[in-house]
């Protein structure tokens, strides 16, 4: 595939950047390569549990500086969709700071009265009170928007549900299926780039996933790089309909395409 000049970047984090905490070699260096040549980037997430000051936070612990201003989650991303679809609206939200704090600085108010919206975020303590309030806020004519689609997450103890299994039991229960904001939806692609101001032309996705961080990139136009260090193995790469622009063994590989 032809690859183009690359002026912006946008990079997944988990399974890019880092693995839980620890740094993944040439993390720190790819990053701080975007900082020193002024190029605009992005750090994406679908994790909408933190806010971008807790993220930055997180990261900087494993040694890797990004600024607030340079992470874009899917509870923003969430967030400038509803912004845009229904201003002042309202909305039950199950899920936590993160995307409570995206919907408060949009305006939103969070109510269990007749809400526009129930809005389904990751959280790591789903009650069954909650999600039976959505059920039944669903059914009575509030529209149905989660962050993002992903079944399961990590967590040291093993795999924990994420947002996407909790939205299949919502949907099970009221026959309504979400519309899910993060990615692979090239919404989420769209709403970072317009947050940089960058052109799909001359950007670049970085992900370990080729079902989610490449499909969207490549929805979205832009050129995409794969990962070895993450979800995506070698021998699953081939059994994708699509490619990425190019497979890297990690980051690392990518420091030298920013100048």
């Known amino acids: 595939m032809t690859e183009r000049e690359i002026e912006t970047w946008l990079t ?23 900082k020193a040549t002024g190029r605009r980037f992005l750090v994406l997430t679908n994790n909408s549990i933190f806010t971008p000051r ?44 993160g995307l409570t704090t995206a919907l408060h600085d949009i305006g939103y108010v969070m109510t269990d009265r007749d809400p526009d919206y129930v809005v389904l975020g990751e959280t790591r303590t789903y009650s069954f009170e909650a999600i039976t309030r959505a059920i039944r806020l669903i059914a009575g004519g509030a529209r149905f ?36 904001i993060g990615k692979p939806n090239p919404l989420m692609m769209r709403s970072a780039l317009n947050r940089i101001e960058a052109h799909s032309e001359t950007t670049a996705m970085v992900g370990d996933r080729m079902d989610t ?13 794969l990962v070895m260090t993450g979800s995506t193995t070698p021998d699953l790469v081939e059994t994708f309909p699509y490619r990425p622009t190019r497979v890297v063994n990690s980051v690392a590989d990518l420091v030298s395409l920013v100048h």
């Open 213 to 225: 961080d490449i499909i969207s990139g490549l929805e979205a136009g832009l050129q995409t790089f």
């Open 54 to 97: 807790d993220l930055r936070a997180r990261l900087l612990g494993s040694g890797i500086d990004v600024p607030e201003e340079s992470i874009w989650t899917s509870a923003l991303a969430t967030a400038q969709f509803l912004a845009d679809q229904r201003p002042g609206g309202t909305a039950y939200v199950v899920g936590e700071a």
């Open 145 to 180: 928007i989660a962050t993002n689609p992903d079944p399961s997450g990590p967590s040291q103890h093993g795999m924990l549900p994420a947002t996407g299994s909790v939205a299949a039991l919502i949907s099970t229960a009221t026959g309504r299926t979400p519309y899910f």
């Open 12 to 34: 997944d984090m988990d399974g890019v950047l880092v693995h839980e905490e620890v740094p993944i070699p040439g993390a720190q260096e790819f990053i701080k390569a975007l």
